[in-house]
């Protein structure tokens, strides 16, 4: 069982819709979480990070964290079809020195 | 410069021989991480300093791996007698604190062994 799993898709979603990103994790000692996302050919840009349970909010996206459920998701509001990418979802792990990416999740908004 | 700058961005290797990779954090970042990314896959520690010091090289596949950051700036990753299992993004990331925290990747370099 890898440390962080995520569906690779692609999961493709209309313009304008809600795009739902998952994400689980098995180590239980992780506190803080990543999204990353990731264009073809580009490296990962963060655009989330999360570190209590409950949600956080900024602007389209918003970070969902269960800690019980050792569970972590992306929600991405009016999807546009520049949010085609993958997203990286990432523990922090290694007594909180290092990033566990898991494989990401290929978004396509379509038109 | 604004980000994490890394060189450089495309390297062609022949099977042996040695590659370095080099890396320029974001000015004032205690922690710069190294990272493997293989075609559709997430990326993959490889080490770990906090300034000039390597805390963490859990991840460097073989000891021909070898990384160092000798002023707690600049980092370097040497790769020796290169394999074409080598083949991979190699990215460099920053973070501000001592800890992991929030990580800025550089754009990577693409190594391909011939």
């Known amino acids: 069982q890898k440390e962080v799993e995520q569906n690779s898709g692609p999961l493709s979603v209309p313009e304008g819709a809600i795009a739902s990103l998952n994400c689980t994790y098995s180590?239980?000692?992780?506190?803080?979480f990543f999204w990353y996302r990731q264009y073809s050919g580009k490296s990962p840009e963060l655009i989330m990070s999360?570190?209590?349970?409950g949600d956080k909010e900024d602007g389209r996206f918003t970070a969902q964290l269960n800690k019980a459920s050792q569970y972590v998701s992306l929600l991405i509001r009016d999807s546009q079809p520049s949010d085609s990418a993958t997203y990286l979802c990432?523990?922090?792990?290694?007594?909180?020195?290092?990033?566990?990416f898991g494989t990401g999740t290929q978004l396509k908004v379509e038109l | 410069g604004a980000g994490v700058s890394q060189s450089p961005r495309y390297k062609v290797a022949k099977r042996g021989q040695d590659v370095a990779l080099r890396c320029d954090p974001i000015?004032?970042?205690?922690?710069l991480f190294w990272y493997q990314q293989a075609l559709g896959q997430g990326p993959e520690f490889l080490t770990y300093?906090?300034?000039?010091?390597?805390?963490?090289k859990s991840g460097l596949p073989s000891d021909r791996f070898f990384a160092e950051r000798p002023e707690g700036s600049v980092s370097t990753l040497k790769i020796q007698r290169t394999q074409q299992e080598d083949s991979a993004v190699y990215l460099c990331?920053?973070?501000?604190?001592?800890?992991?925290?929030?990580?800025?990747f550089g754009p990577g370099t693409r190594l391909t062994v011939l």
């Open positions: 180590d239980r000692g992780s506190q803080s």
């Open positions: 300093f906090q300034n000039e010091a390597q805390l963490d």
């Open positions: 000015s004032g970042h205690v922690s």
């Open positions: 990331a920053s973070s501000l604190l001592s800890s992991g925290g929030r990580q800025f």
């Open positions: 999360i570190y209590s349970n």
């Open positions: 990432a523990a922090l792990t290694g007594g909180g020195n290092k990033l566990t």
